[in-house]
């Protein structure tokens, strides 16, 4: 069910470690309703119903499993910045290439995210 002051939140979802931790956090959020999930390669696809979304006013947290913010870049290709931007090597996680992310690690940095979107 949408909820329109609810959050949009939005991962990368690359096939490394880091990227598939991003989209497992957000699916997370999204289950456990604290934001709603949307589509970032819809939004970096300029696919409209997708960009109406996410240039509707709404809180949005992005999610990037690098450095190389691919979920924020799509974002900005529609002057669209997030509330809420989490570099995920800024938790100290690796970018691992054909590995799945720790779920230890995943609980963890889920944590923290939460943490700092409840302390703002």
Same mark, same amino acid.
């Given at each position: %069910?949408?909820?329109?002051? %609810? !959050?949009?939140?939005?991962? =990368?979802? $690359? =096939?490394?470690?880091?990227?598939? %931790?991003?989209?497992?956090? *957000?699916?997370?959020?999204?289950? +456990?309703?604290?934001? +709603? %999930?949307?589509?970032?390669? $819809?939004?970096? $696809? ?11 006013? @709404?809180?949005?947290? *992005?999610?990037? $499993? =690098? !450095? ?5 870049? =799509? ?5 669209v910045? !997030? ?6 090597? +800024? ?9 799945? !992310? ?5 609980? @963890?940095?889920?944590?923290r995210?939460?943490?700092?979107i409840?302390?703002?």
């Amino acid at each position: %069910m949408k909820q329109k002051n %609810m !959050p949009l939140v939005y991962s =990368c979802s $690359g =096939c490394s470690s880091a990227a598939q %931790m991003a989209n497992a956090i *957000a699916v997370k959020m999204d289950r +456990e309703k604290l934001a +709603e %999930m949307s589509c970032i390669a $819809g939004v970096g $696809g300029n696919v409209k119903p997708l960009v109406n979304t996410a240039t509707s006013g @709404r809180d949005i947290i *992005a999610i990037d $499993g =690098c !450095p190389l913010a691919c979920c924020h870049h =799509c974002l900005a290709k529609h002057d669209v910045q !997030p509330t809420y931007h989490f570099l995920l090597h +800024e938790f100290d996680v690796k970018k691992r290439k054909g590995i799945d !992310p720790d779920e230890d690690e995943t609980n @963890r940095v889920y944590e923290r995210i939460v943490g700092e979107i409840k302390d703002y």
